[in-house]
């Protein structure tokens, strides 16, 4: 499959779009209004989200031969947030981050991110198929299209924070079924099902942090 005929990435570009259309309607009482994520202001949440064009700039140079160790988002995710992973020893630095993110760009250029930086870097790859194998710097190696399916969740996920500061219409469908079903993935699927159709009273949420 081309990147051209992959529903993740043209849900992705669809979901910074709806981002970038719904910042450009915000004031500046509600760039600074807090989230229901502690010490996130809605501008940090976005410079937590909006894609960085520079990071679209290594992943052609970092494309490997060969299977990948991790193939899918729920794989990714799994990694990261099993215990000691990087969800729980990073989370602060990771905020952190996104405050500072926010504070050095300033909401004109994360519109700009959302709305056509960020869509064109990844129409820049279009002819890198989803199936490519490419360098993580802590993973080992991933497939390319697991990165989009994780980037389509964060983008999804957040734009429910961004719904709940600001308000606003939900994200699309597609979307939210696609990130519906990736976290599904995640857990183990006898205890998620166990617990789904009340047969087990084991917590199996929430399965990323």
């Given at each position: 499959?081309?990147s051209?005929?992959?529903?993740?990435?043209?849900?992705?570009?669809?979901?910074?779009?709806?981002?970038a259309e719904?910042?450009?309607?915000l004031?500046?009482?509600?760039?600074?209004r807090?989230?229901?994520?502690?010490e996130?202001?809605?501008q940090a949440?976005?410079?937590?989200?909006?894609?960085?064009?520079?990071?679209?700039?290594g992943?052609?140079e970092?494309?490997?031969?060969?299977?990948?160790?991790i193939?899918?988002?729920?794989?990714?995710?799994?990694a990261?947030?099993?215990?000691?992973?990087?969800?729980?020893?990073?989370?602060?630095?990771i905020?952190?981050?996104?405050?500072?993110?926010?504070?050095?760009?300033?909401p004109?250029?994360?519109?700009a991110?959302?709305?056509?930086?960020?869509?064109?870097?990844?129409?820049?790859?279009?002819?890198?198929?989803?199936?490519?194998?490419?360098?993580?710097?802590?993973?080992?190696?991933?497939?390319l299209?697991?990165?989009?399916e994780?980037?389509?969740?964060?983008?999804?996920?957040?734009?429910?924070?961004?719904?709940?500061?600001?308000?606003?219409?939900?994200?699309?469908?597609?979307?939210?079924?696609?990130?519906?079903?990736?976290?599904?993935?995640?857990?183990?699927?006898?205890?998620?099902?166990?617990?789904?159709t009340?047969?087990?009273?084991?917590?199996?949420l929430?399965?990323?942090r």
């Amino acid at each position: 499959m081309s990147s051209q005929n992959d529903p993740v990435r043209v849900m992705l570009a669809q979901a910074w779009t709806s981002w970038a259309e719904r910042a450009k309607a915000l004031d500046a009482e509600d760039w600074s209004r807090p989230t229901r994520l502690p010490e996130w202001t809605v501008q940090a949440l976005c410079g937590h989200v909006a894609p960085v064009p520079a990071m679209f700039d290594g992943l052609r140079e970092a494309v490997l031969d060969g299977p990948a160790e991790i193939t899918t988002g729920a794989g990714i995710l799994r990694a990261y947030n099993r215990p000691g992973g990087l969800a729980h020893t990073a989370a602060g630095q990771i905020a952190d981050a996104a405050k500072q993110a926010a504070a050095e760009t300033g909401p004109a250029v994360l519109i700009a991110r959302f709305g056509t930086e960020g869509p064109a870097a990844l129409a820049g790859l279009a002819d890198l198929s989803p199936e490519v194998t490419v360098a993580h710097p802590l993973l080992g190696s991933v497939r390319l299209g697991a990165l989009a399916e994780v980037a389509l969740m964060e983008a999804t996920v957040h734009l429910l924070d961004l719904i709940a500061a600001v308000g606003g219409p939900p994200p699309a469908e597609g979307a939210l079924h696609f990130t519906r079903g990736l976290l599904a993935e995640v857990a183990d699927p006898v205890a998620f099902i166990e617990s789904a159709t009340g047969r087990s009273a084991e917590a199996v949420l929430p399965v990323i942090r």
